[in-house]
């Protein structure tokens, strides 16, 4: 994307989000023109939209659409409100994505009923049952809009306040950044940029975002010999000298030993509530680096800067942190938002290709639980690129954790497969890492569905040909199935003593289950040591 200050600015999304209008206000804003696409469809073909789609289809009326972004991309300087399904078209989307800062606006299916009331000029929701139609198109074009770099969520806010939304975007735009902004209930907010060579932004990224003070950087062994110096020669660039915490790598010392040492460290640094803690690591950096920062002088501000594969789709994001005591993982911890999620995919070039494909069994487990289309990525050509691979697994825990940020209710969906991974990491004694783990467990869980009669029964192998593809392990030996449902008792997710379940429905939605019993389980592990 060129970022200059003419770029036009797209603004796409569903029908009913106000696109037409947010755009109008930003164009009246900016001092540039305005142009509705539909509008000028219409003048171009010299009647109404409902009258080109009963006249001549809607394959025309997509090819007028198609034929007139292209000349408009031509062009700099404009804002454009686009048709709801106009950059659905792959090669459309691409090239707007390419020559403008192109927004989707969204809302939810029951904001775009109210707000379309009974407008009946819309060929594509002609008919009845007008919910239903909202939400089956919304899921057809979900795939396209995941897509989009940016996002701006319309339900229960004004045109100005949206438009002000997409103001920010368009001061903010970067070549290549994304912006995901997370919004939780409470109103606090934080922007997850994500884009290749953000690293050495950073210092640039925390002055633009108001993120000054003192900075301790906490990393481990590994991560601190690959890209400490490159962090801390941006920072010497931009005149600050932020101290280096590096710490042992590994799960095993993800522990409150581990956290005391940070301390002695934070304060021999002279760090004041004024300063904040940038984690540069995978998930054990983040987690104690947020759990230190979220204690230290009862509490800090912190970045994180994931490092992993698994850190960047997961464990970055929605303000989880702790450690592992000596009885269980991560017992120990507490909520704590970052101010700021910085994503520099040229990282992962020095993750070793386990770690990676641990990280992709996360990918995957998103793409079940909310995105058939990822899914689907995996089991064709792949996804496009490392970048919308990480945009759409993000989407996916960004969604869950704004409606759900205390695991109240929908965040326990990100615990798919993970009743059963947990459980299998534990009789390893922990030499089957958590993703391999995870990916194990994603089987049994489609297994047990499928037995139940919850989910089609070609979903475990679809599954399963997924993971394999990536390289995960798709079997297992050495463990019996009731040491598996032992450890399995002893999780602490348990709910009075039920075993929560996550079990998937279909690729794309999953629900929580507290009624299966021993047997079914035994059953579902027996199927994954057998194959
Ligand atoms: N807070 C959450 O919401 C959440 C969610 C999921 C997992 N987690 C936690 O995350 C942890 C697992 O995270 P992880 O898989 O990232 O483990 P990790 O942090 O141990 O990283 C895995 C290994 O890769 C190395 N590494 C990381 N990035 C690297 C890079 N760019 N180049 C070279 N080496 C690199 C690390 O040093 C380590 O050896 C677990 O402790 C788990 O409990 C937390
Ligand atoms: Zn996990």
């Not at 897509?147 to 339900?155: A, R």
């Not at 037995?451 to 997924?466: F, K, M, T, Y």
Request: proline share 5%; hydrophobic share 45%; with cysteine.
């Amino acid at each position: 994307m060129t970022s200059t200050a003419s770029t036009s600015i797209v603004l796409t999304g569903f029908m009913g989000v106000g696109k037409s209008a947010v755009g109008r206000e930003v164009a009246i804003r900016l001092g540039r023109t305005f142009i509705d696409l539909d509008d000028k469809i219409e003048e171009m073909a010299g009647m109404r939209i409902p009258q080109i789609f009963e006249t001549w289809g809607e394959a025309h009326f997509r090819a007028l659409e198609r034929k007139l972004l292209r000349q408009l991309a031509l062009q700099q300087g404009l804002v454009i409100a686009t048709g709801g399904g106009a950059l659905v078209d792959a090669r459309n989307r691409e090239m707007m994505v390419q020559q403008s800062l192109v927004v989707c606006l969204t809302a939810t299916p029951e904001t775009i009923l109210q707000r379309l009331g009974n407008d009946t000029q819309r060929p594509l929701l002609a008919g009845p049952q007008r919910l239903q139609r909202i939400v089956q198109l919304l899921n057809q074009r979900a795939a396209a809009y995941a897509e989009i770099p940016q996002w701006v969520d319309t339900s229960g806010k004004s045109i100005a306040q949206v438009a002000d939304e997409v103001l920010v975007l368009a001061q903010n735009q970067r070549g290549g950044v994304l912006r995901l902004p997370v919004t939780l209930p409470d109103d606090t907010r934080y922007e997850i940029l994500l884009g290749s060579g953000l690293l050495s932004h950073i210092p640039a990224l925390l002055a633009e975002q108001h993120l000054t003070g003192q900075v301790v950087i906490v990393s481990d062994e590994n991560v601190a010999a690959h890209w400490a110096a490159q962090l801390q020669e941006a920072f010497a660039t931009a005149g600050q000298q932020p101290h280096l915490s590096v710490l042992p790598a590994g799960e095993t010392h993800k522990t409150l030993a581990t956290i005391r040492h940070l301390y002695d460290d934070f304060l021999a640094a002279g760090l004041d509530r004024s300063g904040l803690v940038l984690a540069l690591g995978g998930g054990v950096v983040g987690d104690m680096a947020g759990f230190a920062a979220a204690t230290y002088l009862r509490g800090v501000r912190l970045v994180q800067v994931p490092t992993s594969l698994l850190a960047m789709v997961d464990s970055s994001v929605g303000g989880k942190t702790g450690v592992d005591l000596p009885q269980g993982k991560n017992l120990v911890g507490a909520f704590k938002q970052p101010n700021l999620v910085v994503i520099d995919p040229d990282l992962l070039a020095t993750l070793p290709p386990q770690e990676y494909r641990n990280g992709l069994a996360e990918v995957i487990k998103h793409g079940i639980i909310q995105d058939a289309a990822l899914f689907e990525q995996f089991a064709g050509d792949g996804p496009d690129s490392l970048l919308s691979m990480i945009a759409r697994a993000l989407r996916v825990k960004i969604g869950v954790v704004q409606r759900d940020p205390f695991e109240a209710g929908e965040r326990a969906h990100l615990n798919l497969g993970h009743t059963f991974g947990h459980a299998i990491e534990q009789v390893s004694n922990f030499a089957i890492p958590h993703g391999q783990g995870v990916a194990l467990g994603l089987i049994a869980a489609a297994t047990l569905a499928a037995n139940r009669g919850l989910c089609p029964a070609s979903l475990p192998q679809q599954i399963r040909d997924v993971l394999a593809r990536v390289g995960l392990p798709v079997t297992l030996a050495d463990y019996s199935p009731e040491q598996i449902l032992a450890a399995m008792t002893t999780d602490k997710k348990r709910k009075q003593g039920r075993i929560r379940f996550v079990l998937p429905r279909a690729v794309g939605q999953v629900g929580v289950y507290e009624d299966v019993r021993d047997a079914e389980v035994l059953t579902s592990l027996r199927a994954v040591m057998m194959m």
